[in-house]
């Protein structure tokens, strides 16, 4: 692949990346085998919560190879989960957890500042 063809390729899975972002209330970027990304799955299954779930390593899917890069570059996070909630990324499952708890503390910054999060948390 030519650089020409890797840029365009890349620049492809950054568009595809904010558009999933954009669209998507909860999203779970993911692999086959992680289970920091099954839980994260069935956390939101347990409050009935609908996510989608994104499996980087399975092209299946029709994604770009290059989808994982652009998830790595844009949060700066080389680890999945990588989670985002109504286009703001949360980070992974423990992040996620610490954002359930912080969502239940009323004043909290998080409440505060992005009640469609916590809503979404909230059982």
Do not use: Y
Request: proline fraction near 3%; charge should be negative.
């Amino acid at each position: 692949m030519s650089q020409e063809q890797a840029e365009k390729e890349f620049d492809s899975a950054m568009g595809s990346l904010e558009t999933m972002v954009r669209n998507e209330p909860c999203l779970i970027f993911s692999t086959t085998v992680c289970p920091w990304c099954d839980r994260a799955a069935e956390f939101f299954q347990s409050i009935n919560r609908q996510c989608r779930k994104v499996e980087l390593n399975d092209q299946a899917e029709g994604q770009s190879p290059m989808l994982g890069t652009a998830v790595a570059l844009a949060t700066q996070q080389r680890t999945v989960p990588n989670i985002f909630l109504f286009g703001k990324h949360v980070g992974g499952f423990d992040r996620l957890m610490a954002s359930v708890e912080q969502c239940k503390l009323k004043d909290s910054a998080l409440a505060l500042q992005h009640a469609d999060v916590c809503g979404f948390l909230s059982e």
